[in-house]
């Protein structure tokens, strides 16, 4: 029996699609991880994949049967500029099979070496970057935010050249769809409208079935892709996760956080906090990052003008109208989740949505201005009594200037106890938003070079344990909750490529 029941229906798109690619066998394949919880949810079976012929399938020294291996074409504004042709450079799609819960979904080797769309790319990855998507990928499942898996990692054997010689890396990634804003753009690039439409169709099949019978299932694409991106980046703001090249091949038809480069999360709150090395302007930074979803949403919408109507001025007219709304749904789905973190409901405030924004902006301006640790905060809030200031100190020793933070706790004091909730019920339902334990960028960095400089993973999987549980307080690893010490701080991220 096949390890993995390949199903190819990207392949049955034809080859204006993608270019049929072996992935190129490595000289030393060694497992880091594999995840079997993972491979469980996908209905495979472990015995064959837990071993070493998994571990030479995650290294694409062996196809595993059925798998007909492409790299799929995409386009791409990278930092605002169209690229009319990147495609996958450096991941191979072995081929898409439907879960034990029917949900289709895609496999795809990262670093499998050179494709047709490799320019001058070598198509391999070096292991600090796999090492972070498999952390950050597998903690944001655990976080409960929309995300490509991670279903292995190998080492190869091999080095590639960066700056300097690194050992390389594959990860086996998952996700309902690799199909990106930037896959849109390349037929568009070339007005090949069928070839659109056909996309189009693909995406509907596969990711929205319920809009198969709509009455304009292309405009009702773009609303579903338009409101699950607002949701999505909502959800990155209110864990302080910062994607860092939101490019349009970087965003995903099915809206999943996807392509982890030089991603982090922050520790202390800076509102235009920019990680990645590469982007200098801050157009990445974390509080564009909203903005920067509709822009993307808006390039593709674009491309799919010519599917939403017969008239150019009625396809646009429509496009608009769609594209209007993520304003509106990326906020409410900021309120709802910031309130949330905040234990206060929507119920209760029904009539306030207004003070209740200008409430927790005030809180973010506050930790803005006190260098106060993003995701501690929530911790330590997430543990007050309303009537009792015992635990007080605990959350003001993250402000520099506790005094500042006073003012705001009292506010906070009366507009929660508007709530008809008992002390250990807000408790409850704000531990469950707020995490104890996110991926840290110190202690990503410290699980890399761990792996790179002693061949030792027992860090990164240490942290990967830890994450697997993010809103469950654990003993003794009160370390991984900390901010890095000043001379941990990582203040740039690299996309390893
Ligand atoms: P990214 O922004 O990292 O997702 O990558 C942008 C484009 O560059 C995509 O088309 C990638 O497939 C390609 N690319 C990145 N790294 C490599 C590499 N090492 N070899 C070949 N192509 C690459
Ligand atoms: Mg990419």
């Known amino acids: 029996m096949n390890p993995i029941p390949f199903t190819n229906r990207y392949l049955a798109l034809g080859e204006a699609f993608y270019k049929k690619t072996l992935p190129t066998p490595v000289a030393a394949p060694a497992l880091i991880a594999f995840n079997a919880a993972l491979a469980n949810e996908m209905g495979l079976s472990t015995d064959e994949l837990g071993t070493q012929d998994g571990v030479n399938i995650f290294a694409g020294n062996v196809v595993p049967g059925g798998a007909e291996p492409l790299a799929m074409a995409y386009a791409g504004h990278q930092f605002g500029n169209f690229v009319p042709q990147l495609g996958d450079g450096r991941a191979i799609l072995l081929g898409d099979m439907t879960a034990a819960d029917g949900v289709c979904l895609d496999v795809q080797l990262k670093g499998s070496g050179r494709t047709f769309y490799s320019r001058n790319g070598d198509g391999r990855a070096a292991l600090g970057p796999v090492l972070r998507e498999y952390l950050v990928s597998e903690a944001m499942a655990r976080l409960g935010v929309p995300t490509t898996r991670a279903l292995a990692a190998v080492t190869t054997g091999e080095q590639v050249a960066r700056e300097q010689l690194l050992p390389g890396g594959i990860i086996t990634r998952v996700a309902t769809s690799f199909i990106r804003v930037g896959s849109f753009e390349y037929f568009s690039a070339s007005n090949d409208v069928e070839s659109i439409r056909e996309l189009a169709n693909y995406v509907i099949e596969r990711n929205y079935p319920q809009l198969r019978d709509s009455e304009q299932p292309y405009v009702a694409l773009l609303q579903a892709v338009v409101d699950g991106q607002a949701a999505l980046i909502a959800s990155w703001m209110q864990l302080g996760f910062i994607h860092g090249v939101m490019n349009t091949d970087n965003m995903s038809i ?116 006190n260098n106060a640790d993003f995701t501690l905060v929530f911790f330590h809030l997430s543990q007050l009594n309303l009537q009792a200031s015992e635990k007080d100190d605990d959350i003001r020793r993250l402000f520099v200037d506790p005094a500042q933070f006073d003012d705001w706790l009292v506010k906070w004091r009366e507009r929660a106890s508007e709530e008809m909730l008992t002390d250990k019920q807000r408790q409850a339902s704000m531990q469950s938003v707020n995490p104890v334990y996110i991926p840290r960028n110190h202690q990503i960095e410290a699980a890399i070079r761990a792996a790179e400089d002693q061949g030792d993973f027992s860090v990164f999987h240490a942290l990967h344990e830890v994450l697997q549980h993010p809103f469950t307080r654990q003993q003794g690893k009160d370390r991984y909750m900390q901010p890095p010490e000043p001379d941990e701080v990582v203040r740039q991220t690299f996309c390893g490529t």
């Open 254 to 369: 099915a809206a999943e956080t996807i392509d982890y480069g030089p991603c982090a999360f922050m520790d202390a709150y800076d509102h235009d906090r920019v990680y990645s090395a590469i982007d200098r302007n801050g157009r990445y930074a974390y509080s564009n990052q909203p903005a920067i979803g509709l822009w993307n949403l808006t390039r593709l919408a674009e491309t799919l003008l010519p599917l939403l109507a017969e008239s150019s001025d009625a396809a646009v007219e429509l496009a608009q109208s769609v594209l209007k709304t993520y304003a509106d749904t990326y906020h409410q789905a900021w309120l709802t989740g910031m309130r949330a973190k905040c234990g206060l409901s929507n119920a209760a405030a029904a009539s306030k949505p207004d003070s209740d924004k200008a409430l927790i902006e005030s809180l973010f301006n506050v930790m803005a201005a």
